[in-house]
T-cell receptor
Framework: EDKVVQSPLSLVVHEGDTVTLNCSYEVTNFRSLLWYKQEKKAPTFLFMLTSSGIEKKSGRLSSILDKKELFSILNITATQTGDSAIYLCAALHSGTYKYIFGTGTRLKVLA | DAGVIQSPRHEVTEMGQEVTLRCKPISGHNSLFWYRQTMMRGLELLIYFNNNVPIDDSGMPEDRFSAKMPNASFSTLKIQPSEPRDSAVYFC???????????????FGEGSWLTVV
């Protein structure tokens, strides 16, 4: 059965800390991996990763995919209270175009 | 551009009542997904449609749940009869599947927050 597992489930840090969120996947016919940030409402798109070893960056956020070891990480440097959210990763199945989400990592950044 | 539009945004209903959630996907998107999110189980895929046809409904919890997509711009998720354990946020999402593109982004609506008492 296809699955996506995220760790840790929750994390509390202080402003300025750097965090690393993990996402491992077991998906047949894997196509791409996506990261989303969810605050109070709908998940919003962060990154899409399709190739191993190529880092995607957006400000203090960066992400990379390892297709051999079947995982991705999301890094946030110099965290701010506004980074507090649930971070979701999803694997896209190539044949069915089905998105399989992990349960998310709940990040809390304290001032 | 308008995003994915869901209604109602919030609903509180009594056990046993019928609940209908509605979704309008982004224009031009040919895939539509219904997800349910709870603290315990995270984001679960209930059903998804491609070109208005249900492709995979294996996530639909039981016969009380049904979904339809009569045309490319509208879908409903119905729960009849509703139970307290159905209380959750129900998200509709859409995407486009362009051939030749390595992957596609899925766009979420703001969710329908359902409470069954």
């Amino acid at each position: 059965e296809d699955k996506v597992v995220q760790s840790p489930l929750s994390l509390v840090v202080h402003e300025g800390d750097t965090v690393t969120l993990n996402c491992s996947y077991e998906v047949t016919n894997f196509r791409s991996l996506l990261w989303y940030k969810q605050e109070k409402k709908a998940p919003t798109f962060l990154f899409m990763l399709t190739s191993s070893g190529i880092e995607k960056k957006s400000g203090r956020l960066s992400s990379i995919l390892d297709k051999k070891e079947l995982f991705s990480i999301l890094n946030i440097t110099a965290t701010q209270t506004g980074d507090s959210a649930i971070y979701l990763c999803a694997a896209l199945h190539s044949g069915t175009y089905k998105y399989i989400f992990g349960t998310g990592t709940r990040l809390k950044v304290l001032a | 551009d308008a995003g994915v539009i869901q209604s109602p945004r919030h609903e509180v209903t009594e056990m046993g009542q019928e609940v209908t959630l509605r979704c309008k996907p982004i224009s031009g998107h040919n895939s539509l997904f219904w997800y349910r999110q709870t603290m315990m189980r995270g984001l679960e895929l209930l059903i998804y449609f491609n070109n208005n046809v249900p492709i995979d409904d294996s996530g639909m919890p039981e016969d009380r749940f049904s979904a339809k997509m009569p045309n490319a711009s509208f879908s409903t998720l119905k729960i009849q009869p509703s139970e307290p354990r159905d209380s959750a946020v129900y998200f509709c999402a859409s995407s486009t599947q362009l051939t030749g593109v390595a992957g596609n982004t899925i766009y979420f609506g703001e969710g329908s927050w359902l409470t069954v008492v």
